[in-house]
């Protein structure tokens, strides 16, 4: 069944992800072919001016020879760049440039061009000029301007950067296609990862399943013949024999309920953990666990400090439980020598501050902000047996949330250890 809904959520995740990748890129596509279009219409605006332009030139230079302006149209367009104008009277190359320089500043035509003009004498296309509207020194090419048949008072000119004059305009348009570009880039950058996660989290949550399974049957095993060498006569006759069946059965169990609550984390990356919220005498429930610790370990020192004789609080006195008895364990794992803790409860506002202060070896301040994050271990070659998955304070951290309780830890400075504060809401 989980594997069917498992199969159903990739589905929809894969459809997503192609709607999202074909939106992007059909907004891409369209966006260029209006951007195709867009230099198309500003070419021909481009050419346009330029053909006004044009027309003013040839009707300055008609005043200055006092001619009147021919009815034909004197401009013809070859290609793109390249145009030739008829003047049909003779002229001077000089007023010419003065004519072209002034008329294309006033069209804002500020593009460079060359032009070169048709010698009667020598029956040739003499070369002009260049000339540029930029702070760059003129330049003279070797451009070849072919003769025009029929053609005698007449000029041609040419506009080498029109390409680029014509990109250039359109820098909004650039700008808008490079962001859509770099958010395809990033959604991509972004699919790839979510799906490399999901397969990580997949074979996580396979790994927990499988371990924990693993465990619990061989566990099974144990306490039921751990239940059946209790109840033996030459066993309950030995009082040291009755504890130490008594230990193994005991922590079993715990074991046992540690495999059940690794399950529980697996299972609630997809559903949350189930409270049942009940009012809970706070230090009663926290003289259980030291008790619970003591059998465990022998050498540890636990000593409870509070201002009042009972608390209560709302809390699921299961995961509450564990809570605690995961953070004293972490605090005696992690300690270099026979562990001291302090279970201190104050009262601030309307919050109940339960500190658990250790003697352990401390955490680096730049580690401290990842201990409650889901398989982080602090490792330290000074720790002999400080073994565990990393689970321990991220359930701690868990239990916390949905209860919607305040969680931090602090080093001890400057004396060794950390203090691990969680505030929760009193009864009142």
Known sequence: MSQTAGIVKFNKLNMV??????AIIGILVIQLLWMKQAFSAEEKKFSQKVHITLLQVVNKLYEYNHAEFPLNNPIQKVSNDYYIVNVNNDFEAEILEYCLK??????NLLTDFEYAVYKCESDEMVY???VSFTDKPDKKHSVYFPKQKNLIYYFAIRFPNENTYLVTSLKYWWILSLILILILII???SIITIIQQRKYSELQKDFINNMTHEFKTPLSSILIASNYLSRQPSIQADDKMEKYASIIINQSQKLNNHIEKILNIARSDDAPLKLDIQNIPLITTLQEVKENIALKYENVEIS???GKAEYYIKADAFHFTNLVYNILDNSIKYSAKNPGIVIRISESGQDICLDFRDQGIGIPAKKLAYIFDKFYRVSDHHVLGAAGFGLGLYYVKKV?????WKISATNNTPEPGITIRVSIPQIL
Do not use: M, P, R
């Open 17 to 22: 992800i192609v709607l999202g990748l074909v």
């Open 102 to 107: 002034t008329e294309f500043q006033k069209a």
């Open 128 to 130: 002009g000029n260049y």
């Open 187 to 189: 959604y991509v950058y």
């Open 304 to 306: 409870l400090e509070s």
């Open 400 to 404: 916390c949330d949905l209860h919607h």
